[in-house]
């Protein structure tokens, strides 16, 4: 510990007083946030048997009031910032130095909807705590075995939500208890925006950000949420892709008819919908609409920074259980630099048990377009909507009259939105630095730094209607079947982001 003079004199130097001026040891860090762990637990348990699909704005009211408490247990004021929708952001802050900067973390509250016949469990929303056993199957076990003796890193909570994104947010507030413990502050301020309809695109978050700039003004945003690099290994994350959404119906008879009696002679939706999908990418899975693509150039500067994250690419496709990677860069890395038009969804007819010789009425493709920061997403969609219209078909944006059945042999639904664009940060920015700093002096080495991570998260309201930068900090298992049945969090992983965040909180801030 430095002399307790220059400890002052720094405090001076920061304009910000500290509780007590110390710096946190790889081992301390260690040790207090083992110390919070059953706590953490509880909290956990607690906050995941909230559901928090957002397409129920009543189930989120929960949510809401419980986050509300927990903060202001700490201290922190809150406020309910209203938006155009049901559902109001929540904001949390406290100032821990009057005159230093202040950093806005984002975290995220709401979960994907749920399939419960799809998982292997009671209900997706009651936590259960599992085991993997030696052939692979995960076992269940008695929460009471949860305990800090046990040997319980490998150990599991099967929840929706447990790691996107209610897990980061019980590692905070866990890092929070920490630095309470350890009775230290920050030198610089917090504010927490916690968002509720993340899962739903956040629809509502780009005017809400304009509205309460004002109560949202910070230097820099840090995003809680996510898996980090594949190994598991610390990770800071510099940007992320953003995203648009389509939905493409192709119509045929006006209801299901049988195919004995219709069958070659009602055009098939499932065949047209199928041939006009396979009409936009190629088989290596490159999109084939012209200038898809354009404005995306990887030079040697770009793939140096791409090259130095340690990917093993037959590793990554081994895990994912594919022979061959789509054709769309040369490397993992790569291929999330360009947009993509990516299948989420098919839906024609009846299957499985519910099976029946028909000729469907209609054919439904629901259509996700990850975005980057050299592609405008208007045009993107743009793309996709002329392509369409160039095989023939004839765009609708209700269910097709009568007049036009009889007018078109082919008739599409089109009906797309734009939820929020790319964002990216320079790597050697302040935040960047500062917390590229905090990571490497608790666990002994520089993170992985990666250019733009694949998924998406609504950033880009922030940094382009605040004008600050941002970075994420991932911290949850890259196994943990987000937005999939039986969704986990790994309880080594809390742990460890609970180390993660703590150290952020005990790094001072230039």
């Known amino acids: 510990m430095p002399p307790l003079s220059y400890c002052l004199l720094v405090a001076f130097l920061l304009h910000s007083f500290v509780g007590i001026c110390q710096e946190l040891t790889s081992e301390r860090i260690v040790t207090l946030a083992e110390q919070q762990l059953p706590h953490a637990w509880s909290n956990f348990h607690s906050l995941l048997s909230l559901p928090n699909d957002a397409h129920y704005p009543k189930d989120i009211e929960p949510n809401i009031a419980w986050l509300d ?82 040997d319980y890193e490998d150990w599991r909570v099967f929840v929706r939500s447990a790691s996107d994104a209610k897990g980061p947010i019980i590692m905070f507030l866990a890092a929070l208890d920490a630095m309470g413990q350890a009775e230290f502050t920050p030198n610089y301020n917090i504010k927490v925006i916690i968002d509720f309809e ?27 949420d996510g898996p980090p690099h594949i190994t598991n290994q610390p990770t800071l994350k510099f940007g992320a892709r953003g995203i648009a959404t389509v939905t493409l119906t192709v119509y045929g ?32 899975g490159r999109v084939t609409i012209p200038g898809f693509y354009d404005g995306i150039e990887l030079n040697a500067a770009t793939k140096k920074v791409l090259n130095q994250v340690p990917d093993d690419e037959g590793d990554i496709q081994q895990k994912l259980g594919i022979a061959q990677a789509d054709q769309v860069g040369e490397t993992y890395q790569e291929a999330i630099q360009y947009p993509s038009l990516n299948i989420r969804g098919l839906s024609s007819g009846w299957v499985a048990q519910r099976v029946r010789t028909i000729v469907p009425s209609t054919a439904t493709a629901e259509i996700d377009i990850r975005l980057v920061m050299e592609s405008d997403p208007e045009r993107l969609v743009r793309l996709v909507r002329e392509h369409v219209e160039q095989q023939g078909y004839h765009l609708v944006d209700s269910l097709p009259t009568d007049k036009e059945r009889s007018t078109h042999p082919k008739i599409a639904f089109f009906r797309s939105q734009i939820s929020y664009p790319a964002f990216r940060t320079k790597l050697d920015s302040e935040v960047g630095n500062w917390l590229s700093a905090a990571l490497a002096h608790h666990f002994g080495g520089s993170p992985i730094k990666i250019r733009t991570t694949g998924g998406s998260v609504p950033i880009a309201p922030f940094v382009n209607t605040l004008g600050i930068p941002a970075v994420i900090v991932p911290t949850v298992n890259p196994d943990n079947n987000q937005h999939s049945p039986n969704e986990n969090l790994r309880l080594g992983n809390l742990t460890r982001g609970i180390e993660t965040y703590l150290s952020i909180l005990a790094q001072p801030l230039p």
């Open 198 to 224: 993340e899962e739903l695109g956040s629809p509502n978050l780009p005017a809400a950000v304009k509205k309460h700039q004002k109560a949202l003004a910070a230097d820099m945003l840090i995003i809680y």
């Open 69 to 150: 408490s927990a903060f202001q247990s700490y201290k922190f004021q809150t406020q309910r910032l209203a938006t155009e929708g049901e559902i109001p952001l929540l904001l949390a802050e406290k100032s821990f130095a009057p005159s230093g900067k202040t950093v806005l973390i984002y975290l995220q509250a709401d979960g994907q909807p749920v399939d419960p016949s799809r998982w292997n469990q009671s209900h997706p929303f009651t936590p259960v705590l599992k085991s993997q056993a030696e052939d692979g199957s995960w076992q269940e076990v008695d929460w009471n075995e949860l305990t800090p003796e046990a």
């Open 253 to 284: 008879p006006r209801v299901p008819q049988h195919s004995g009696h219709y069958g070659n002679y009602a055009p098939n939706p499932g065949f047209r919908l199928s041939h006009l999908l396979a009409s936009m990418k190629d088989e290596s």
